[in-house]
Nanobody
Framework: QVRLVESGGGLVQAGGSLKLSCTASGRTFGTYAMGWFRQAPGKEREFVSAISWHGSTTSYADSVNGRFTISRDRARSTVYLQMNSLKPEDTAVYYC????????????????WGQGTQVTISS
């Protein structure tokens, strides 16, 4: 069993920045990819970003590419999402997930999910 806990969400003005964190605990053995999804009220959950075990492969949704940066600290079983130039459209609950590889993360195949952290961008 794996537990994922997100943190770092909050309220910021458009153009500002936030850094989200997600830490995995429990029986996390071997290599795995991690990533982020988000969901706004009344909308489908959408892919944001993913990163491989060694960090050599990263993937971003077109809507955030160039503004967001994903990274990870393997020793701490933690993935980060640095979000810059935030827009009101980025307002959503952000969820962390874990899976075998980045492709599986991107396809929404993650077996485990965190409970989410709220990100609100005001204009």
């Amino acid at each position: 069993q794996v537990r994922l806990v997100e943190s770092g969400g909050g309220l910021v003005q458009a153009g500002g920045s936030l850094k989200l964190s997600c830490t995995a605990s429990g029986r996390t053995f071997g290599t795995y990819a991690m990533g982020w999804f988000r969901q706004a009220p009344g909308k489908e959950r959408e892919f944001v970003s993913a990163i491989s075990w060694h960090g050599s492969t990263t993937s971003y949704a077109d809507s955030v590419n160039g503004r967001f940066t994903i990274s990870r600290d393997r020793a701490r079983s933690t993935v980060y999402l640095q979000m810059n130039s935030l827009k009101p459209e980025d307002t959503a609950v952000y969820y962390c997930t874990i899976e075998r590889d980045t492709e599986s993360v991107r396809n929404g195949q993650g077996k485990y999910w965190g409970q989410g952290t709220q990100v609100t961008i005001s204009s």
